[in-house]
Structure formats: structure tokens, C-alpha cells
């Protein structure tokens, strides 16, 4: 962390200073229905409004064409709902370069906010285009990264445009790297990482990055049976990866020689289809009926994944444990996310993604130590993957 320059204490009186800030927020009927992102941003936008700048956001919000306006993924909103909760002027910029953001950019007074349209409305916003990139940079004076759940994309936004102006770190990515890296470079022990998901091949190479790191890993979710093919189990029509059972039996290999404790479910609830209204039995992990399917881990399990992650002094989590958003399959998540904040001895993180969803759900985000924004950017640093985002800041 000490390589790369934070914003504190940079002087931005009377700068346009453009910051790339992570807007890509949930909207139905042009609200928005989670501000958590936007929220997570303030601490920056407010320190740089304070500090007298001329603020220019920019973001991406879902997964535009790249070939002009769609009304679906318009920024409006979320500049609506900034607005809100900011004490300075915010105004909203109808496109990301041309004439109506250079208008609105050269209308700023210092301490005033404007907020650019969709940057994925360009398709030379992901191509990381030098030509897109050097009109971004013609936005501003310096430039500030905040969006850790995009620095894992080599962007125009995130990579080109910071080679191109005085670079930064706003506070949540230096939270965030600061964070996640301290965990992972000297953690306080016993560190428990907690893994779920669907896939396996999502995850290897975090797990396999954790093997090294951690002293206990909690495996669930949808993975957790392509361990337990590994382990000569029948799982029956659960979601299984057969082309890697060979590299999870490997993982299990290496942790066991490691000395790291790898947890797998004992028993499971299970189910005759993927539905709410399925029926559902629970049972052994190694008697898994063959026409059903395992959705959550089952009581057995959440009671030995708890006692594991209450001796944790630091615990990281990242995926869920069964299919939590049908409520038949809620239990295991909403026990492991109870267990993780009944720990008040640890630095509890959570990774990104669905994990924070689950928490919120469950109202417990409040009890965590720290929560990533950022859910692939979480993981691939968790990896040891160097972020496109960050390593322009260096």
C-alpha cells in the first residue's frame, strides 16, 4: 500500500478532479434500490467537495451495447439519489465526452459535483482506447480511482486514463487494498477463510492462494460437491464439475499436507427439484439419494463450520453457502453469516459479491469488520492477481 499516493492531503482547490467511482447500482422504475455503493464513495466525494475541487464522476452501470444511450442504464438515477445524500450542488452530465459534459464541467464552481453519463455507453471505455482515454483525461486536472470493484479491469477508466494525469487512490480502494492485503500478508491466527459458491472453477485459484495463507477453509455451496466426488462421494443430481474432480481431490492433497483443516459438508438438505416449493429431505453427505439434489448444507454442518469459525481471529468470507435466495435454502448462509458476526475477537471480511447480499439480507452487516465492494476485484487480489486499477496508481 505504501506505493501507491492516496488523495489525503493532495491540494484540489479549484481542480477538476475526475474520480472513477463504482455507481453500478441496482434501479427499478428509475430509483435506485440499494445506494450501498454510492454510499460507499461519500467519504471521497466529500473530502474533495471540502477540499474545494470540481468534482467529475464517472461510472459504469450494467452492460450497455457500447453503441450509444440505452435508457435502461442511464446514470441519471444514481446521480439523483448522490444528490440526496451530499451537501453540494450535483448535476448530471447527458453524455460522457461531448458537448453537454464539457458544458457542465465548465459551469462548476468549486465544491460542486457533476456526474457523466454511463461510460460503457462508448465501447472505447472497455477497449481501454487511447483516443477515449485522452478525452477522459481533458475532463480534468487530476485524477482519482475509487472504484475497487472495477480495478480488475483494464479499462479506459480505471487503467489509460491514470497514466494520463496526476493518479491517485480514493479512500475505499485504499481501504480496500490496505484491508484485503493485510489479511492475507500477516493475518492474526487462526485464519479461517470461508468459500462458497457455485463452481470450482471459479475458485481454484483462490483456494489454492488460501491454502498457503489460511489454517482452516470452510467449503459450501454448489463447489462443495465436486470435493465430495473427490472424496469417492455420490452426490446425485447436485451441480458438480466432473472435468475437476481430479484438481479438487489435488487441493485436498495439498491441504492436508499443508496442515490446513479443509471442512466439507457432512450432511446436506437436499431436494428433488430447484424450487421454492421443492421437496426436501436432509441427509448424510456420503447418502445422497441419487435423484436429488443437494441446495444448502445441513445442521450437522452449520454447527461444526460455526465451532471453526469461532476460534477464527481473522475470517474471511466469500460465497454462500446453499441457494439462500429461496428461503427453504436460507439456513446454512444465514448460520455461517450468524457465526461470523457473533466473533468479536476477529477481523471479520467480507469478500464481495453474494456473501455481502446474504449479510444484508440477514441484517448483520452492521456486526462485520469490513466489507469489500468489489466482488471479482476482491477475489483475484485475494489470488495474488496484480489489479490493472491499482497497479496504475503505483
Known amino acids: 500500500m505504501a506505493d501507491i499516493k492516496t488523495i489525503e492531503g493532495v ?33 471521497t466525494i466529500e ?3 471540502k477540499g474545494g475541487a470540481k468534482v467529475v464522476l464517472m461510472s459504469h452501470l450494467g452492460r450497455p451495447a457500447g453503441e450509444g444511450f440505452e435508457e435502461k442504464f442511464t446514470l441519471a438515477p444514481a446521480a439523483a439519489r448522490l444528490g440526496e445524500l451530499v451537501d453540494a450542488p450535483v448535476a448530471f452530465a447527458a453524455d460522457t465526452v461531448g458537448d453537454d459534459a ?28 487511447p483516443e477515449f482515454c485522452k478525452m477522459l483525461a481533458e475532463l480534468g486536472d487530476v485524477y482519482v480511482n475509487d472504484a475497487f470493484g472495477t480495478a480488475h479491469r483494464a479499462h479506459a477508466s480505471t487503467a489509460g486514463v491514470a497514466a494520463l494525469l496526476p493518479a491517485y487512490a480514493g479512500f475505499l480502494l485504499a481501504g480496500e487494498v490496505k484491508t484485503l492485503g493485510g489479511m492475507l500478508d500477516d493475518p492474526k491466527r487462526p485464519f479461517v477463510a470461508i468459500l462458497g459458491g457455485s463452481k470450482v472453477s471459479d475458485k481454484v485459484g483462490v483456494i489454492d492462494a488460501l491454502i498457503d495463507k489460511a489454517d482452516t477453509i470452510i467449503i459450501g455451496g454448489g463447489m462443495c460437491f465436486t470435493f465430495l466426488l473427490a472424496q469417492g462421494y455420490e452426490v446425485g443430481t447436485s451441480l458438480k464439475e466432473e472435468d475437476w474432480v481430479e484438481r479438487a481431490g489435488e487441493m485436498l492433497k495439498k491441504a492436508e499436507e499443508r496442515g490446513v483443516k479443509m471442512l466439507l459438508p457432512t450432511d446436506v438438505v437436499v431436494a428433488d427439484k430447484f424450487a421454492e ?19 444448502d448444507i445441513g445442521p450437522e454442518t452449520e454447527a461444526a463450520y460455526a ?37 468479536k475477537e476477529a477481523a ?12 444484508n439480507k440477514f441484517d448483520l452487516a452492521s456486526e462485520m469488520t469490513f466489507i469489500s ?20 496508481l503505483r
Open 277 to 295: 416449493d421443492a421437496n426436501t429431505a436432509t441427509c448424510a453427505a456420503d447418502s445422497m439419494p441419487s435423484d436429488m439434489m443437494g441446495l
Open 102 to 129: 464539457k458544458a457542465k464541467i465548465a459551469a462548476l464552481s468549486d465544491g460542486e459535483i457533476v456526474v457523466l453519463e454511463n461510460l460503457r455507453f462508448d465501447k472505447r471505455e472497455k477497449k481501454n482506447d
Open 307 to 343: 465451532a471453526a469459525i469461532a476460534e477464527g481471529k481473522t475470517v474471511f468470507w466469500n460465497g454462500p453457502m446453499g441457494v439462500f435466495e429461496m428461503k427453504a435454502f436460507e439456513h446454512g448462509t444465514k448460520a455461517v453469516a450468524e457465526a461470523v458476526a457473533a466473533n
Open 373 to 392: 465492494t468489489g466482488g471479482g476485484a476482491s477475489m483475484e487480489l485475494v489470488e495474488g492477481k496484480p489489479l490493472p486499477g491499482v497497479e496504475a
Open 47 to 49: 473530502y474533495l467537495v
Open 11 to 43: 491540494d484540489v482547490a479549484g481542480k477538476r478532479v475526475l474520480v472513477r467511482v463504482d455507481f453500478n447500482v441496482p434501479i427499478k422504475d428509475g430509483v435506485v434500490t440499494d445506494d450501498t455503493r454510492i454510499r460507499a464513495a461519500l467519504p
Open 348 to 359: 471479520t471480511i467480507i469478500g464481495g459479491g453474494d456473501s455481502v447480499a446474504a449479510v
